[in-house]
């Protein structure tokens, strides 16, 4: 498997009112090709920092950040971001949203498609007696579906997920994470997604990155020992919930060391 991804000793600090805040130090990692990355970690840490520097929104202060062995200057159609806070324009329909990302992506190029294309990711999601209503008019759970189908619908080669899951009910939840495994079944994708749900993390990931309390270090990096597909049975694997013990201790020591930051500022 070749590597898409290295994240090369780096670092962020952020220059702030109340002084330089640092918030990613010397992370190291690879992403190969097909991959499933999950991080996981406590809340405010530096986790939607890492992927912003993947995404190409923020340059890291120190270190770099490749992509097949460039360095990422900015945001680009090979990458689809779904966004913590949802990222759907409020001023367009369900349907004009998924249409919009369809539409930077000169690749596919007939209009006709790009309805098609449209249509089957508001049938998956769900959406289809939506099409035509405003986000501000969705609940929270149809408006992360939304940006799932939009960035799905551009089929981007890399999707970076920031708590793509995390509005949902558990049962829309476990839907979601199923639709996502079909959808790189069918599709091979490389991802790298962020969640704080140990489970989902072990469900869905072929490799979990685990990091610390602010400023981000890797803490450890877990290989999954499952392969795909997957399917629901393996929660009742001994070796998913042994797995599962062992890394919501680790996460737990950082949540703890996280909340000792006394900055009420931060989130
Ligand atoms: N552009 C920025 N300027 C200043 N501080 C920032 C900026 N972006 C993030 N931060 C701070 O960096 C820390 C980590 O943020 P973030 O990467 O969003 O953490 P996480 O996703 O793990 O919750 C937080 O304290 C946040 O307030
Ligand atoms: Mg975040």
Known sequence: MSIRIQFQNVGMTFHTDQGALQVVDGVSFDIHDGEFICIVGPSGCGKTTLMNMLAGFVKPTTGQVLLDGRSIEGPGRDRGVIFQEYGVFPWLTVEENIMFGLQLNASQSASKDKKS???????????????????????????????????????????????????????????????????????????????????????????????????????????????????????????????????????????????MLSAPTHS
């Open 117 to 259: 294309i449209c249509n089957k990711y508001l049938q998956l999601m769900g959406l289809q007696d939506f099409a035509h209503s405003y986000p501000k008019t969705l609940s929270g759970g149809m408006r992360q579906r939304l940006a799932i189908a939009r960035a799905y619908a551009t089929q981007p080669q890399l999707l970076l997920m920031d708590e793509p899951f995390g509005a949902l009910d558990a049962q829309t939840r476990t839907k979601m994470q199923n639709l996502l495994l079909d959808v790189l079944q069918q599709e091979g994708k490389t991802v790298m997604m962020i969640t704080h749900s140990v489970d989902e993390a072990i469900y869905l990931a072929s490799k979990i990155v685990v990091v610390t309390a602010r400023p981000s270090r890797i803490k450890e990096i877990i290989e999954v020992p499952f392969g795909y597909p997957r399917s629901e049975s393996l929660h009742d694997d001994s070796r998913f919930i042994s797995l599962k013990a062992r890394l919501r201790e680790l996460v737990m020591a950082e949540y703890e060391a996280q909340q």
